[in-house]
């Protein structure tokens, strides 16, 4: 599956900052291509971080890495990339809003 074609049908893919990719290893044990699973894999769960979003828009990404590790990744795009800018493990409050959307992706 592509990186959400169903939210942002123009994305071509990732851009870095050195600074994120290191800070998330170290602060929160995520690595960056952790970081870009959440991405590809489905069910995810894209809401606005309105908090934040004074200089850019930015949104938050719920969803699972490969190995079905639970992921929160706070994003901007930048043209036609996603810049992520901070990921780790979802809070308890996420993993319930997370739950009901692959409970509602799993009924039929």
Known sequence: MGL??????????????AGNSEKN??????????????FFNRP???MPD?????VEVRHYILGRTSTGRRRTVVFTIRESLVRPIMARDMSRRERGLYAE?????EAP
Do not use: R
Not at 101 to 105: I, R, V
């Open 4 to 17: 959400l074609p169903e939210y942002f049908p123009d994305l071509t893919g990732f851009q870095w900052d």
């Open 25 to 38: 290893w170290l602060a929160h044990d995520v690595t960056q291509a952790e970081t870009e699973q959440v």
């Open 44 to 46: 995810v769960l894209i």
């Open 50 to 54: 309105a908090a934040h979003s004074q």
């Open 101 to 105: 959307q692959e409970n509602a992706e």
